[in-house]
């Protein structure tokens, strides 16, 4: 009797982290379900796609990559946020740049994934064969892993067009948040990285209500939520960094936790500019012209605190007044890290109906300007680091044969954290 050929699936994951943890779900319950994952195109049964639709560039990437599955495999699932963007006709985008798709889904839809690929690639579960961990399939190296805690944004910023794919704030279960996070830390990571479209406002739209772990009581709000995931990690000496950090009020109340250690001092938090005007022009919330006394007000509280953050440069009415407020702005504030976009009006963006959209020589003018501030600035931040002792994360040490994923301790002092403003992006799993 000929054995039957475990069916395969090849796997790309373009895009940010939350797109990540949308594929890691997928290739989780894949996984559940016993199949596997191939390399390659060729050696696959057919190939799912998650796809970035934010910005220009990257949804011609994920064209590209749809493009190349289909010409080396010929069968090809959709998934992400580029298969809830319509064309200019108005049908989806997906099937009108490539109609022989199999299927097409948008973001956070592991199960209409799976129904597509029940309907093209069907696999019985064998629940003596096909094992999962714990932690389910991470695309990431074993030692790190994102954590979602919420799905979607309730802002309406005029820039982007996220909301109309991922939808409004829906904030996860906290219990299932903690477990998840348990599991993880369990399975030997040890820098957990906290991930939403807008972290700071996790439970507003549950009204903070109470949720329960293993029996206790917990409010669904961030506070509680990173004081819960702190707490957790310190048997396992690991590391909890806070990303997508919007600068509100409550927020305040997170920086004595950095203090005791108990979360790295550190915030991810797109500003994405300066000026009262432009903010406004954006519609960006949180108070944003107060974000410089917010700063101050962390940094006498927390003084190791490291801040990564995004901008825009040349956004629609943008003066040149504007922008050096920008810019003195970053001189001031001393952001450690900081990237610059120069504007790019995404289609659906209601930023593009602002009068005053500059040519695109100006927005990348503009960019290189504030990047050269940015490092000179972030340059000057590490020389007062000269000489101290730290603890950090080491990735891979290839030259000591040492596999990625290894700590070194090099400190007495526990609050000394590293605090360095990594991008890992990865585009494929090879499980």
């Not at 597509?116 to 190296?141: E, R, S």
């Not at 819960?228 to 600068?247: C, N, Q």
């Not at 108990?262 to 960006?284: A, C, E, G, I, T």
């Not at 990625?404 to 360095?420: D, E, F, N, Y």
Request: charged share 25%; with cysteine.
């Amino acid at each position: 009797m000929s054995e039957i050929a475990t069916p395969r699936i090849g796997f790309v994951s373009l895009g940010c982290p939350k797109a990540l943890t949308d594929s890691e779900l997928i290739l989780t319950q894949l996984s559940a379900e016993g199949y596997q994952t191939s390399k390659t195109f060729e050696g696959a049964d057919l190939v799912i796609v998650n796809t970035c639709g934010f910005i220009d560039d990257a949804v011609k990437e994920s064209l590209d990559t749809i493009g190349e599955a289909l010409a080396v495999n010929g069968k090809v699932i959709v998934t992400g946020c580029l298969g809830a963007k319509a064309g200019d006709t108005g049908g989806n985008l997906v099937r009108q740049m490539h109609p022989s798709v199999l299927a097409v889904t948008g973001p956070h839809a592991t199960q209409e994934v799976m129904d597509a690929v029940h309907a093209n690639l069907p696999k019985p579960h064998d629940p003596f064969v096909d094992l999962v961990p714990a932690q389910g399939i991470k695309l990431t190296p074993r030692h790190y892993a994102y954590l979602k805690i919420s799905e979607g944004c309730n802002h309406r910023c005029t820039f982007c067009i996220i909301p109309s794919m991922r939808g409004d704030l829906v904030s996860r279960p906290i219990g299932d948040v903690l477990k998840e996070a348990h599991a993880l830390f369990e399975s030997g990571v040890k820098e957990l990285l906290v991930i939403s479209q807008d972290t700071s406002a996790y439970g507003v739209d549950l009204k903070y209500r109470t949720g329960f772990y293993e029996g206790k009581p917990i409010k669904t709000r961030m506070l509680d939520l990173v004081q819960a995931i702190g707490d957790m990690a310190e048997p396992y000496g690991a590391w909890v960094r806070l990303h997508y950090v919007y600068p509100y009020p409550s927020v305040d109340e997170v920086i004595p936790l950095m203090v005791a250690g108990r979360v790295l001092p550190y915030l991810d938090v797109p500003f994405q500019h300066s000026h009262p005007d432009v903010l406004k022009r954006m519609k960006r919330p949180a108070s944003g012209e107060r974000n410089l006394e917010r700063i101050t007000r962390w940094r006498e509280v927390c003084p190791e605190i490291v801040i990564r953050s995004t901008f825009i440069a040349g956004f629609p009415g943008e003066t040149e007044q504007e922008f050096q407020h920008l810019l003195d702005f970053m001189r001031e504030a001393r952001i450690d890290r900081a990237g610059c976009f120069a504007y790019s009006p995404v289609d659906g963006a209601a930023a593009n109906e602002i009068p005053g959209m500059l040519p695109q020589e100006l927005r990348e003018e503009r960019r290189a300007r504030f990047m050269a501030v940015a490092e000179e600035v972030s340059a000057d931040k590490l020389r007062s680091r000269v000489g101290a002792n730290m603890q950090v994360l080491v990735d891979s040490a290839p030259g000591l044969g040492k596999k990625a994923g290894w700590a070194v301790a090099m400190l007495t002092r526990p609050r000394s954290m590293a605090s360095c403003a990594c991008s890992r992006r990865k585009k494929s799993a090879n499980n």
